[in-house]
C-alpha cells in the first residue's frame, strides 16, 4: 500500500487541521490505518488509528476528544481532524497502513506501509 499525506500547515493554538492519507489507486486490498507524529527529538508516537470498517478505533490520550480518525473508503482516504491544537501538537504526521491484520494497532510496528509526513506546527 502505498500512501500519500498531506493537509499540514502552521496553524494558532486553539485551530483546526484536516490531515489526508491517500492510498494509491492501485491498492484494492482491505487494510486498518493509523496517524502517528515525530517531533523534533522526540520519539514518533502513537496518534490515533481505524480498521478497514472504521467500526473501531484507538488513540493517544494526549488526542482524545480534540482528534478523529475517520475514512472514505471509496476515496481509498483517511482523515485525522484535529480540532483545539495546542502547540505541543506540533510534529510531523505520518500515515500508515496495516493490510495484514485489521486492528486499530497502537503501535508502529504493526504498520508495514508508511506514507511520508508532513508537517503541523501549531503556534501559541
Known amino acids: 500500500v502505498q500512501l500519500q499525506a498531506s493537509g499540514g500547515g502552521l496553524v494558532q493554538a486553539g485551530d483546526s487541521l484536516r490531515l489526508s492519507c491517500t492510498a494509491s489507486r492501485r491498492t484494492s486490498r482491505s487494510y486498518a490505518a493509523g496517524w502517528f507524529r515525530q517531533a523534533p527529538g522526540k520519539r514518533r508516537e502513537f496518534v490515533a488509528s481505524i480498521t478497514w470498517s472504521g467500526e473501531t478505533t484507538n488513540y493517544a490520550e494526549s488526542v482524545k476528544g480534540r482528534f478523529t480518525i475517520f475514512r472514505d473508503n471509496a476515496k481509498n482516504t483517511v482523515y485525522l481532524q484535529m480540532n483545539s491544537l495546542k502547540p505541543e501538537d506540533t510534529a510531523v504526521y505520518y500515515c500508515?497502513?496495516?493490510?495484514?491484520?485489521?486492528?486499530?494497532?497502537?503501535?508502529?510496528?504493526?504498520?508495514?506501509?508508511w506514507g511520508r509526513g508532513t508537517q503541523v506546527t501549531v503556534s501559541s
Open positions: 500508515a497502513a496495516d493490510p495484514v491484520n485489521n486492528v486499530a494497532a497502537t503501535d508502529s510496528a504493526d504498520f508495514g506501509s
